[in-house]
């Protein structure tokens, strides 16, 4: 069966360090990744791409990998700050035609100062 | 400007009503979306519409029923409302569905069925 598995347990860290936070999915083969946040009340908003044919995506303190053979995508926030602390939710296109998002869990990052 | 309009924001009804929640964008994205947030925070796809035409329809009951009246709005009307439609729906909008690019979402609205 297709699923999308991000770690349910909470993430916890401290403040400066960089918080790792893993995307795996099977029986996909998207032809994108993309990394949402949600804050508690909020919808998600859309932080970062990455395409099939891409390794490494940056965006200041964001780097996201994607691993197409080990159906895996990594997101890294270094230097991180109490202000970073939210729901951290991953997507795939699950149909390149239509561009339907499938979302995973989401794994919650709590920074602590 | 909000981007991604959704009203009302809390809707708390008794089993068995019918209500409708509104979406709109002024973002100029020609694709829309309505996704389902469970209690565990499962975010989950019901519809689509690309320029007032459906294009996902998900295996969802047909108490659901999506209207767009043009690119811009996408509203979500409930039929015979049922204590396991609680849960947060958010719509959300894209420019070219299948492209890749980002979803803007709306903040939500909180429906609760008693």
């Known amino acids: 069966s297709q699923k999308i598995e991000q770690n349910s347990e909470a993430l916890n860290i401290q403040e400066g360090k960089t918080a790792t936070l893993t995307c795996n999915y099977t029986?996909?083969?998207?032809?994108?990744l993309q990394w949402y946040r949600q804050d508690p009340g909020r919808g998600p908003v859309f932080l970062l791409l990455?395409?099939?044919?891409?390794k490494e995506k940056r965006k200041e303190r964001l780097k996201v990998t994607f691993d197409t053979t080990l159906k895996q995508s990594l997101f890294h926030i270094t230097a991180s700050q109490p202000a970073d602390s939210a729901t951290y939710l991953c997507?795939?296109?699950?149909?390149?035609?239509?561009?339907?998002?499938?979302f995973g869990q989401g794994t919650t990052l709590q920074v602590k100062p | 400007d909000t981007a991604v309009s959704q009203t009302p924001k809390y809707l708390v009804t008794q089993m068995g009503n019918d209500k409708s929640i509104k979406c709109e964008q002024n973002?100029?994205?020609?694709?829309m979306y309505w996704y389902k947030q469970d209690s565990k925070k499962f975010l989950k796809i019901m519809f689509s519409?690309?320029?007032?035409?459906?294009?996902i329809n998900e295996t969802v009951p047909n108490r659901f029923s999506p209207k767009s009246p043009d690119k811009a709005h996408l509203n979500l009307h409930i039929n015979s409302l049922e204590l396991g439609d609680s849960a947060v729906y958010f719509c959300?909008?894209?420019?070219?569905?299948?492209?890749?690019?980002?979803?803007?979402f709306g903040s939500g609205t909180r429906l609760t069925v008693v």
């Open positions: 973002l100029g994205h020609d694709t």
């Open positions: 029986n996909y083969s998207p032809a994108y």
């Open positions: 990455i395409r099939e044919n891409e």
């Open positions: 959300a909008s894209s420019q070219g569905g299948g492209q890749g690019n980002g979803y803007t």
């Open positions: 997507a795939l296109d699950s149909s390149s035609n239509t561009g339907k998002l499938i």
């Open positions: 519409y690309n320029n007032k035409e459906l294009i």
